[in-house]
């Protein structure tokens, strides 16, 4: 199958969905065409909250696409690349309604951000995180603001730090990353269709002030995601994160 970003609305509840083959990570069209769904349902009257999950059972987002990580040769390609994560990420800030995140599986690196950016977020047993960035030689830069207003600055460093070892969804839900984890996949969906619908009745205009209140203190995130970006996009030209990305490649 090919990458795709889809859009439903059924309900008063927009649903997207987003795949890639390579354990749902993201090459900067995906993450350009996921900004622009989650914009268009944000500005879209019919949609009361928005779902946002993904295809597969193993892998919620795997982060970065290796591929086009390796394939940056300049600064600016770098910038655009990394500020795909930012744009989503603010997209979901910005959105006037509620965002409920599905995470089925293991969330790495982006994964982790788009999780911690959600303003509800719900998880199976399965939904270990990680965040690899260091690992590659980059760090978490962009995705770190909505992780660390999510899990506090101690367990944001840890994951930061630590960067080759997943963390457990109990661990993440003690952190505050998740809000429910559940046994199976069918349990949370239920419990997702239970809250989704509550929030489809719920009164549009208290929830966007809510949403808006939430977020107080990130007003500045359009511009610190971006510089950012600069500086992954800087780091990924280095020689030690070519090398450690295709390590990571050949494994």
Known sequence: MEAYVT??????????????????????????????????????DNVKVILLKSAGDRTFCAGASFDELIAIKERETGLEFFSGFAHVINAIRKAPKF????????????????????????????????????????????????????????????????????????????????????????EMDASIATLANKLAQSNPDAMKHLKRVAWEGTENWDELLIERAKISGELVLSEFTINAINQFKAK
């Open 7 to 44: 859009s439903d609305i059924q309900n008063g509840i927009g649903t997207i969905e987003f795949f890639h083959p390579q354990s749902n990570s993201m090459p900067g069209v995906q993450l350009r065409n996921l900004a622009t769904e989650i914009e268009k349902l944000g500005n879209d």
């Open 99 to 186: 965002v409920l995140a599905r995470v089925q599986g293991k969330a790495v690196g982006g994964g982790v951000g788009i999780a911690s950016a959600a303003d509800y977020t719900f998880a199976t047993e399965f939904a270990s995180v990680k965040l690899s960035e260091l690992a590659v030689g980059i760090g978490p830069f962009v995705v770190g603001p909505a992780v660390e207003r999510k899990v506090g600055n101690a367990a944001f460093t840890q994951m930061a730090i630590n960067a080759t070892e997943f963390q457990t969804a109990q661990w993440a839900k003690e952190k505050g990353l998740y809000a429910e984890v559940f046994a199976t996949a069918e």
